[in-house]
């Protein structure tokens, strides 16, 4: 005599399988990926002429592959680029190699010292991520830290804190974020 052969039910298996995917899709959390929050500029026009910029306008930062800074052709730190960037921007020791500033009447200001200062910003293809992050966030905080000052003078308010979009565009346009960013290449440091 045969035995009978015993079979699994192997129907649920399916609806089971189902329900774990959507338990771990539930209650997995996903990384969001956090960028660095620019504005680009809008394409140029070819027949528009760039404007003529001063050399003493232009404060140069080199970041190699070795992620060591060159700000202005001298050795820089990363603790101390916040400080050297509101300083080179603000100019208030009216330095004559420093960017010029110009007296402007903005609404909701007022007249106001608006630099002609530009960050020119060039890294290494070897420069780590975590060395370029370092650098932009410097880069960032010494801006904001320039309008909070400005903000607060003007309005007892933060940046921030600003509820008035006419207060905030005022901020802005006194204290641009002027930031060049080159296209990375191999500029040495090996």
């Given at each position: 005599?045969?035995?009978?052969?015993?079979?699994?039910?192997?129907?649920?298996m399916?609806?089971?399988?189902?329900?774990?995917?959507?338990?771990?899709?539930?209650?997995?959390?996903?990384?969001?990926?956090t960028?660095?929050?620019?504005?680009?500029?809008?394409?140029?026009?070819?027949?528009?002429?760039?404007?003529?910029?001063?050399?003493?306008?232009?404060?140069?930062?080199?970041?190699?592959?070795?992620?060591?800074l060159?700000?202005?052709?001298?050795?820089?730190?990363?603790?101390?680029?916040?400080?050297?960037?509101?300083?080179?921007?603000?100019?208030?020791?009216?330095?004559?190699?420093?960017?010029?500033?110009?007296?402007?009447?903005?609404?909701?200001?007022?007249?106001?010292?608006?630099?002609?200062?530009?960050?020119?910003l060039?890294?290494?293809?070897?420069?780590?991520?975590?060395?370029?992050?370092?650098?932009?966030?410097?880069?960032?905080?010494?801006?904001?830290?320039?309008?909070?000052?400005?903000?607060?003078?003007?309005?007892?308010?933060?940046?921030?804190?600003?509820?008035?979009?006419?207060?905030?565009?005022?901020?802005?346009?006194?204290?641009?974020?002027?930031?060049?960013?080159?296209?990375?290449?191999?500029?040495?440091?090996?």
């Amino acid at each position: 005599m045969a035995r009978p052969i015993n079979e699994i039910n192997a129907g649920s298996m399916a609806d089971i399988a189902f329900l774990l995917l959507i338990f771990f899709l539930v209650t997995t959390t996903m990384d969001v990926d956090t960028g660095i929050i620019r504005r680009l500029p809008p394409p140029v026009d070819p027949t528009v002429e760039p404007p003529d910029i001063r050399e003493r306008n232009v404060m140069n930062i080199l970041v190699n592959n070795r992620d060591q800074l060159l700000v202005n052709r001298e050795p820089g730190d990363i603790s101390i680029l916040r400080d050297r960037v509101k300083r080179f921007i603000q100019n208030r020791e009216n330095r004559s190699d420093w960017p010029e500033k110009r007296l402007q009447e903005i609404e909701s200001l007022g007249e106001v010292y608006v630099s002609r200062g530009i960050i020119s910003l060039k890294n290494d293809r070897g420069t780590s991520y975590q060395m370029y992050i370092q650098v932009q966030n410097e880069l960032a905080a010494a801006f904001n830290e320039m309008r909070d000052e400005l903000a607060m003078d003007k309005f007892g308010l933060r940046y921030e804190r600003l509820n008035n979009p006419d207060w905030t565009n005022a901020i802005n346009k006194a204290i641009p974020m002027a930031i060049s960013e080159a296209e990375p290449e191999d500029i040495g440091g090996r």
